[in-house]
């Protein structure tokens, strides 16, 4: 794609990269906001089923019906973000950035709205309309995620200099892992103090400011303007060619590490509720070890890797080591301390690999909207499939067999990701003046086993 990237010192320039921190941040507080609520919206539904039964049910079965009802909750948001990928890309390119980011503010004010309602009417008298409700608003929330993050990405990109364009796609990862590290004490400590509706008015009130904001500084024409080469008719399938054989193994990558977060999402609030007698507000802030890990991890994997191919390749395998390792552990800790421990393990290992990857994939690639829609469609296919997968699982075959499984999943693309990068290796990237000077010459191709210059 053109784009005509403004100066790093622009003050518009900064303004658009705020605003789209803030959406991305805001984003993910509503995404994790629900999660220690989801217990009792699923929960709601579970003990009339016992009763109907009439007879006693095991813990292992009780807690698994329960954590496979709220896997289907969770997983609606990013089956509808994976569903619109393609769409973000498309109005991205033919509509504008701008235009998109806003749209996909308006749709999250009213997946806010709907959920605060949710919370305040429908789960009152409980029932099966409680988790119907609930995957209505994540679907419009997975809407204008989708939008958000694709927009947002090329927003930045015309907002910063190229040369400066790793670093600030690199730091926008750090508004998904603030919004993870906040929404999920906000969700368990305001569900607790007020109401299950409370976190989703604060969120809507600060979408509604996000948008005001939005119509205040985004008015470089710069923003607005479509790209100039979108592809058409057959031109498609090149196009998706060129950005699968980019960053498909990068995808790949991204969709079996964030599987492990996405299928504790469920697994563990239930899990620790029942084994530890975990209070609501313990539900939230239990999630604290892996969102602190998953923050340091993006900026300190961001400042090693500086745009050298070699060393995001060693971050990004080392990354799936560390989740594999995490994922292990999880379903082996006796305590909550060495939870916390295997916790941090799993969300080191996603961040890590998300720094290193995902900016070195966008800077590069031809049509850096379409390249975004692919890593969020990996990132939406593992909340979307994790979530139900493992509380099925969960329930066939227990906690530990499903962390395990994950776990070997991940060992084993990390050995076909390092094959990978010795076929096709990361460039080395620094210095260079638009991100891409290091593709297509295979003298500047940097192997696993050679040293970095």
Known sequence: MTYSP????????????????CTLFLDNVLLTALVPILPEW??????????RNGSTLSLAGEVGSEAAAAGAVLGARSA???????????????VGPAPTLRLAVLLLLAAATWLSWCGSSVCAAGGAACLWCGAAGRVLQGSGGALGGVAGMALVSRAVSPSRQQQALGASLGAVALGVLVGYPLGGATAALWSSAAPFHLVAGALLVNFGLQYAY????????PAVDEPRSTAWRDCAQGVWNECGAGAGAVFLSTSVMAALEPCLPLWLERRFGAQRWELGVVFLPDSV????????????????????????LTGLCSVALGGVLVARASSLGALAIAQAGVGAGVGALDAAL??????????????????QAAASAAYAVGPVAAGAVWWAAGFGATLRALA????LYAALLYRHFHERPLPDQRGSEDGKDARGSGSELLPLSSPSP
């Open 6 to 21: 403004l100066e790093p010192t622009s003050r518009t320039g900064a303004a658009a990269f705020l605003l789209v921190y």
């Open 42 to 51: 699923s929960g709601a539904t579970a003990a009339p089923a016992m009763l």
């Open 80 to 94: 509808a973000q994976l569903a619109c990928a393609p769409l973000a890309a498309t109005l991205t390119t033919r």
């Open 218 to 225: 985004l008015k470089k024409p710069e923003y607005d303007k």
């Open 293 to 316: 890990a998953y923050l340091a991890a993006t900026s300190v994997a961001a400042a090693l890797c500086g745009g050298r191919g070699l060393r995001a390749q060693r971050v990004a």
């Open 358 to 375: 995902v900016p070195a994939l966008l800077a590069r690639a031809d049509s850096l909207p379409h390249a975004a829609a692919l890593l």
């Open 408 to 411: 070997v999943a991940n060992l």
